[in-house]
């Protein structure tokens, strides 16, 4: 359905390889490539097996033969790129966090809604088969109101002191860095399997690491031996939330980046009043279903699950389906919105990014004033 459209990628480090193996699974063509500087673009177009690699993410995102520009660079670029992308009549795929404060977030999500263009936001927890099966339960009633939603995402590889990357400084990642980064994928998640909107919240931050060793060119998710100068550091490393929703439920999140031995554990229980749904990114494959009577561990296998989940489940039991199968699944029914003008039940979308946004600004705010913060949902929100 996708096969012809036309798609470039801005910022071609850890998720833009990522989003151009999905781009070219789903029968796009990867008409372009920026990166940081002429010269990486060229490596990268070798690399990703680009038509053209662009001398800038500027001149990319207005050129004439792209549909889709997909932007995967550091966050401080996010807005000035799609805003660019968005004027010059491109659909747009975001990486979260969309902007860098609740604020520029709305005024981007007005303009995608004003110029019409499809503009998601990859929160891909969404496209695991056994995530779609959790939301089918909690929406047709098989767990009972939703009383308690809890859980964690937590990381290692910011664990030390010698551990750099651009997230850790304010001006290129923001003021959030753990809960702008991985915070915004738990609670999109649990928003989107519950079908709650957290309403109210009350968060810490820590900050474990107040100095840290500056190091260039340090590659997300691995170890060095920072050889730098140290330099303080503002943004947290950590995050507990607590917080009530629309549907009358309580919950917690613990985020960390400090987590040592945890690598990407986005682990989320829903307990029900019949019964309790769990799932863990790490081991995505099932779903734990606990009643008072039995536990019960839901394999994804496309025979017995729901249509919902099924329609996810693209290859056979045994054979296991993880992180990448979820951004193909992703990019794949963005392209389709693209060539169709109508996205599928559950696709990502800026309004969703701009609600990140805005409980992002709510826990930082939460901390540092030591208080709840209201975060229920604006009409405003929903027009994008
Ligand atoms: N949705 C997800 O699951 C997910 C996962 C990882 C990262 N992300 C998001 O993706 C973005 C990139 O993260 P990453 O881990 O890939 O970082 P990264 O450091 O691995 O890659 C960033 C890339 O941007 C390039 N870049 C820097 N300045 C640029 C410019 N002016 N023009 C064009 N390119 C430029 C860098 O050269 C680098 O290749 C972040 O916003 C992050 O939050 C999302």
């Given at each position: 359905?996708s096969?012809?459209v036309?798609?470039?990628?801005a910022?071609?480090?850890?998720?833009?390889?990522?989003?151009a193996?999905?781009a070219?699974?789903a029968?796009?063509?990867l008409?372009?490539v920026?990166?940081?500087?002429?010269?990486?673009?060229?490596r990268a177009?070798?690399a990703?097996?680009?038509e053209?690699?662009f001398?800038s993410a500027?001149?990319?995102?207005?050129?004439?033969?792209?549909d889709?520009v997909?932007i995967?660079?550091p966050n401080?670029l996010?807005?000035p790129?799609?805003?660019?992308a968005?004027?010059a009549?491109?659909?747009?795929?975001?990486?979260k966090?969309?902007a860098?404060?609740?604020?520029s977030a709305q005024?981007?999500?007005d303009?995608?809604?004003?110029?019409?263009?499809i503009?998601a936001?990859p929160?891909?927890?969404?496209?695991y088969?056994?995530?779609?099966?959790?939301?089918?339960?909690?929406?047709?009633g098989a767990?009972g109101?939703?009383r308690?939603i809890?859980?964690t995402?937590?990381?290692?590889w910011?664990?030390?002191?010698?551990d750099?990357n651009?997230?850790?400084?304010?001006?290129?990642g923001?003021?959030?860095r753990?809960?702008?980064?991985?915070?915004?994928h738990?609670?999109?998640l649990?928003?989107?399997?519950?079908?709650h909107?957290i309403?109210?919240?009350?968060?810490?931050t820590k900050?474990?690491?107040?100095e840290r060793?500056?190091?260039?060119s340090?590659?997300?998710f691995s170890a060095v031996?920072g050889?730098?100068t140290?330099?303080?550091v503002?943004?947290?490393?950590?995050?507990?939330?607590?917080?009530e929703t629309d549907?009358?439920?309580?919950?917690?999140?613990?985020?960390?980046q400090?987590?040592?031995g945890?690598?990407?554990?986005?682990?989320l229980?829903v307990?029900?009043?019949?019964?309790?749904?769990?799932?863990c990114?790490?081991?995505p494959?099932?779903l734990?279903?606990g009643r008072?009577?039995h536990?019960?561990?839901i394999k994804?296998?496309?025979?017995h699950?729901s249509a919902a989940?099924q329609r996810?489940?693209?290859?056979?039991?045994g054979?296991?389906?993880?992180?990448?199968d979820s951004?193909d699944a992703f990019v794949a029914?963005v392209?389709?919105?693209?060539?169709?003008?109508t996205?599928a039940?559950g696709?990502?979308?800026f309004?969703?990014?701009l609600r990140?946004?805005r409980?992002?600004?709510?826990?930082?705010r939460?901390?540092?004033?030591?208080?709840?913060i209201?975060?229920?949902?604006?009409?405003a929100?929903?027009?994008?």
């Open positions: 359905m096969r012809g036309r798609v470039a990628i910022g071609t480090g850890f998720i833009g390889a990522v989003h193996r999905s070219r699974l029968g796009a063509s008409v372009g920026a990166a940081s500087s002429p010269e990486s673009a060229r177009q070798a990703l097996g680009a053209r690699a001398d500027e001149e990319m995102v207005a050129a004439d033969d792209i889709v997909h995967c660079t401080h996010h807005v790129l799609a805003e660019a968005l004027a009549g491109k659909h747009v795929i975001l990486e966090p969309i860098l404060d609740a604020d005024a981007l999500t303009a995608a809604h004003d110029a019409g263009r503009a936001v929160f891909v927890y969404r496209y088969p056994t995530v779609r099966e959790a939301r089918e339960r909690v929406r047709t767990t109101p939703v308690l809890h859980g995402y937590l990381q290692d910011l664990l030390r002191p010698t750099d651009w997230r850790v400084e304010e001006d290129l923001g003021a959030s753990a809960f702008a980064d991985i915070g915004s738990w609670c999109d649990a928003e989107f399997v519950t079908g909107r309403t109210r919240l009350c968060a810490r900050t474990a690491l107040t060793v500056k190091t260039e340090h590659a997300a031996n050889s730098g140290a330099r303080a503002g943004t947290e490393d950590a995050a507990i939330v607590l917080f549907g009358g439920a309580v919950g917690s999140t613990v985020i960390s400090i987590s040592a945890r690598k990407n554990r986005l682990w229980e307990d029900g009043a019949e019964e309790a749904v769990q799932f990114q790490e081991e494959e099932e734990w279903v008072r009577e536990v019960t561990l994804r296998d496309p025979e699950l989940a996810y489940a693209v290859l056979p039991p054979h296991p389906q993880g992180y990448a951004f029914e392209y389709e919105a693209v060539v169709t003008g996205p039940d696709m990502p979308q309004a969703d990014g990140a946004a409980l992002t600004d709510a826990v930082l939460s901390a540092r004033e030591d208080r709840w209201d975060v229920s949902i604006k009409s929100e929903v027009a994008g």
